[in-house]
């Protein structure tokens, strides 16, 4: 089971999702000189998904060093999409009523249509709704929407974009949209996924 969220500083919470200090270097890559897909030199099950992508590996512990707020552990933002994990606490979300309860930037919601939205952002459960808002600097300025959401969709990857005799570039890929030499690239920071059948509910007082 995920370890719950850590008090640093006596007031600040790090949600289960951060980054730190002491985790946020990067196992090397190398590009396959034949296939021009990016590897590691020893693989590891985990490192892939079943789209053939592969992830960002971080060096160290949780724990380690300062919390860097701004910043996701990509192995820890994958596993709440594709588990239902909350972002803060690191518990699995059970649904309520078949919907799972999200909470967005108010900006990034703002921006999208209401009904359909593709997000890097991880789910919150509802006791982690008032924290999450009182200690994210990002929501305490901008504001946040409170959702429940009925279906969500893996729709691709976020990350780092390998090209031989170019910089580095960030991108986005769909799975379906993507050619498979675009997605062998990519080195996946962030899992993409769709909300479907998105509701906005009241944040609690």
């Known amino acids: ?75 820890r933002q994958r596993q709440c999409m594709r588990s239902s ?29 209401k009904r359909l939205h593709t997000t890097g952002t991880p789910p919150t459960c509802r006791p982690c709704w008032t924290t999450a808002v009182e200690h994210c600097p990002h929501l305490r300025v901008e504001g946040a929407v409170a959702l429940m959401v009925g279906e969500v969709v893996r729709w691709g990857v976020a990350g780092l974009l390998h090209t031989p005799g170019v910089s580095l570039q960030w991108t986005t890929c769909g799975y379906d949209e993507s050619a498979p030499d675009l997605l062998g690239r990519v080195l996946a920071e962030t899992q993409l996924v769709v909300l479907h059948d998105v509701r906005e509910v009241p944040l609690p007082d």
């Open 85 to 113: 994990l909350c972002q803060i606490c690191g518990e699995r979300i059970e649904p309520d009523g078949g919907r799972l309860p999200w909470l967005l930037p108010a900006r990034e919601y703002g921006s999208r249509p």
């Open 1 to 75: 089971m995920p370890s719950p969220t850590s008090p640093t500083g006596g007031a600040a919470t790090v949600p289960w999702v951060a980054l730190w200090e002491g985790e946020s270097r990067l196992e090397p890559v190398r590009c396959d000189p034949e296939s021009g897909f990016l590897r590691y030199t020893r693989e590891e099950r985990t490192d892939r998904d079943e789209h053939g992508v592969l992830w960002m590996r971080h060096i160290g512990r949780r724990g380690h060093g300062r919390p860097l707020f701004s910043q996701t552990h990509s192995r």
